[in-house]
């Protein structure tokens, strides 16, 4: 899901100033307000006005709605990474609502908005990660190493020759080297959200300090930059998650193959 826009950004597009500057909507906006004046006088200007401006509010993108976090909808080690992200938002969110209305204020709101991009992208990486565990579920090198070990067993034998001995072979390496990257991709994720998470945790706390002890919104500076990269961190990772999901997995061979020749 793409970040959500304040509505400077979303007025500041392309659609509205296409709205804004459409020669229709301009004749439009003439025509009705001529029918207004001779309907109702000077006042039915305001009618080709108001049309004119419904015309625009209909052109400004509208924020997708945000995607429900359910960490109960993944299995650990996923759900405690969601957990404890969800928790470091609320922290967030408790220490924003008891500042003072400011500048100080609005500017923690807009980091605010960037961590919980942050949380949505700790979202999707999760399910992600799920998913790509359940893949390896189903993968068995455990078997494929037995039964590639037969093969090196039967190697002498008259007839374990032939192409499709070699090919059998290679299949089997191919399950087991998927497997094994698959272990190295889940490991990582492991390791960076929980890395992660507890950098996450750590923002919040300097948000926490800064609400109190911040004069100025030129201190917030450091803060905003870490939460970006935090989040720039987590979108790399979702998409290299995305990219070994998308990777097929290797059937494994017949098992009868071992002995065609």
């Known amino acids: 899901m793409p970040p959500r826009l304040r509505f400077r950004d ?4 392309p659609p509205v100033a296409r709205a804004l500057t459409s020669p229709s909507a301009i004749l439009a906006t003439g025509a009705t307000a001529a029918v207004g004046v001779v309907a109702l006088g000077p006042v039915g200007v305001l009618t080709g006005l108001l049309g004119y401006a419904a015309r625009v509010a209909l052109a400004i993108p509208r924020n997708e709605r945000p995607e429900r976090i ?21 922290r967030f969110d408790d220490a924003l609502h008891g500042m003072a209305a400011g500048p100080l204020r609005d500017r923690l709101g807009e980091i605010g908005e960037r961590l919980a991009t942050g949380v949505e992208e700790c979202w999707r ?18 078997a494929a190493h037995r039964e590639l070990a ?5 190697a002498g034998a008259p007839w374990a020759t032939g192409p499709r001995l070699e090919q059998t072979a290679q299949a089997l390496r191919a399950q087991i080297a998927a497997a ?10 492991i390791g960076r959200l929980r890395l992660i998470d507890a950098r996450l945790d750590e923002s919040v706390t300097r948000a926490i300090e800064l609400s109190v002890q911040a004069d100025t919104v030129g201190e917030l500076g450091g803060l905003d930059a870490d939460v970006d990269g935090l989040v720039t961190e987590m979108e790399a990772l979702r998409q290299a998650l995305e990219e070994t999901s998308g990777r097929p997995t290797p059937m494994p061979p017949p098992t009868s193959a071992a002995g065609n020749t």
Do not use: C, H
């Not at 979303?10 to 597009?13: G, L």
């Not at 990486?125 to 455990?142: C, H, Y």
């Not at 094994?180 to 490991?187: C, Y």
């Open 10 to 13: 979303r007025f500041y597009t």
């Open 70 to 90: 359910d960490p109960f909808a993944v299995n650990e080690p996923w759900r405690r990474f969601v957990s404890e992200a969800l928790q470091s938002q609320r």
């Open 125 to 142: 990486i999760a399910r992600r990660a799920q998913t790509l565990s359940k893949a390896r579920r189903q993968v068995d090198p455990g």
């Open 150 to 154: 037969q093969l090196q067993a039967d």
């Open 180 to 189: 094994e990257r698959m272990d190295a991709v889940i490991a990582d994720a």
